[in-house]
């Protein structure tokens, strides 16, 4: 056992970006060979769902090719991370706190696991629950991986494995939300790549989020499946995002799907929701305003009414309506996630609750005196 969690620990080596004020609670990770095998990664189908605001849902659908002439039975291990900053350390019935729902099918037959603690300043300690209790209660912080691993039959050719779990988004003062997906851990099956790979991500409808080009070079290598815009190198200047030139997804409604034959991931997924603050000062039409309804800034005062009506009608653009207004017009078309839509015609009852909030908190808004 020893060995093995020396070896896993020294494949999938991770940098855990977490801010100041803020929480990491998990990363995504791939499923990899403990030692040297001759199973090879086909076909690998991963999709990841925000649900519940919070949790991020990942189903991993593999398909896996043994070219032996006989089955093979290999150690398969999942790391997990420890939470860091504002976050419970001790794990939760034995397993990760922040991660819930694993579970892995192998053709069809639940497979069982086992979870290990490994220390992060020792690969070949083994620690038991008293020793994270002790290190905790010493540091107050986690010096420790999770390791879920079980043994995994493949037969001759072809097999599915299905791997699913769900972890709780991590946040911060700069982010509402952000994960990292550990992607290069796939170069460890015995092609050293994944044949044919599609990425799905859903983070739910009016969403912006942005992706560092960490193992794609361009937007265009992305796609939308509904109604959505990406743009190349939009968040260069936001603080703390570790996201230069990170692309941007404006997504109205549907999801953004990244597709790869003879994958080689060189970096690791990174997607954060940057929070926008305002500093206190007065709303203008050189403000920017989210297309995400998670992330509607609080304004005190605004420099005049036709910048209120911006405010008002933000829940509306959103959904595409075209302004005869010539203010409003003007804002909006300029914002790189307006997408108007000549069909639509609002309705009272379509606004999400953070919306309706919205609106009513607008009504205490102060207009700037003029002196």
């Known amino acids: 056992m020893k060995g093995f969690l020396f070896t896993l620990l020294?494949?999938?080596?991770?940098?855990?970006?977490?801010?100041?004020?803020?929480?990491?609670?998990?990363?995504?990770?791939q499923l990899v060979p403990i030692k040297e095998t001759?199973?090879?990664?086909?076909?690998?189908?991963?999709?990841?769902?925000?649900?519940?605001?919070?949790?991020?849902?990942?189903?991993?659908?593999?398909?896996?090719?043994?070219?032996?002439?006989?089955?093979?039975?290999?150690?398969?291990?999942?790391?997990?991370?420890?939470?860091?900053?504002?976050?419970?350390?001790?794990?939760?019935?034995?397993?990760?706190?922040?991660?819930?729902?694993?579970?892995?099918?192998?053709?069809q037959k639940i497979l069982p696991y086992e979870i290990s603690y490994v220390s992060t300043e020792d690969a070949?300690?083994?620690?038991?629950?008293?020793?994270?209790?002790?290190?905790?209660?010493?540091?107050?912080?986690?010096?420790?991986?999770?390791?879920?691993?079980?043994?995994?039959?493949?037969?001759?050719?072809?097999?599915?494995?299905?791997?699913?779990?769900?972890?709780?988004?991590?946040?911060?003062?700069?982010?509402?939300?952000?994960f990292e997906y550990i992607l290069t851990a796939a170069n460890r099956w015995a092609n050293n790549k994944i044949d044919d790979f599609t990425l799905t991500i859903d983070m739910g409808d009016y969403q912006?989020?942005?992706?560092?080009p960490t193992f794609f070079k361009s937007v265009d290598e992305w796609s939308i499946n509904g109604v959505g815009k990406k743009v190349d190198g939009f968040m260069k200047e936001y603080r703390h995002s570790n996201g230069e030139n990170a692309a941007a997804f404006f997504v109205q409604k549907g999801i953004v799907q990244f597709k790869k034959k003879d994958f080689h991931p060189k970096g690791e997924l990174f997607l954060f929701n940057p929070r926008y603050l305002n500093y206190q000062k007065p709303f203008d039409v050189d403000t920017y305003l989210p297309l995400s309804t998670d992330s509607d800034p609080y304004f005190e005062e605004v420099t005049d009414e036709n910048t209120l009506k911006v405010?008002?009608?933000?829940?509306?653009?959103?959904?595409?309506?075209?302004?005869n207004n010539s203010v409003l017009k003007n804002y909006y078309e300029n914002v790189p996630w307006y997408i108007p839509n000549k069909?639509?015609?609002?309705?009272?009852?379509?606004?999400e609750e953070n919306e309706i909030k919205w609106l009513a908190d607008l009504k205490k808004i102060k207009i700037k005196s003029i002196k």
């Open 10 to 29: 020294i494949l999938l080596q991770s940098s855990i970006l977490f801010a100041n004020d803020g929480a990491y609670f998990m990363s995504g990770n």
């Open 38 to 107: 001759s199973v090879q990664v086909s076909k690998e189908i991963l999709s990841l769902k925000r649900v519940a605001n919070d949790f991020l849902e990942v189903t991993v659908d593999y398909t896996f090719f043994n070219p032996e002439k006989t089955s093979k039975t290999i150690l398969v291990g999942f790391e997990a991370f420890s939470p860091s900053g504002d976050a419970d350390f001790y794990p939760k019935n034995g397993q990760h706190p922040y991660m819930n729902d694993f579970t892995v099918n192998l053709n």
């Open 124 to 178: 070949k300690k083994e620690l038991s629950l008293k020793d994270i209790e002790n290190t905790i209660k010493e540091f107050d912080y986690a010096e420790f991986y999770y390791v879920y691993h079980f043994n995994a039959t493949f037969q001759p050719g072809e097999n599915r494995l299905v791997h699913t779990y769900k972890f709780r988004l991590s946040g911060s003062v700069d982010y509402l939300y952000n």
């Open 208 to 212: 912006d989020f942005y992706i560092n």
């Open 311 to 323: 405010l008002q009608n933000l829940p509306y653009a959103r959904r595409g309506y075209i302004f």
């Open 343 to 351: 069909d639509y015609v609002p309705k009272p009852d379509e606004l």
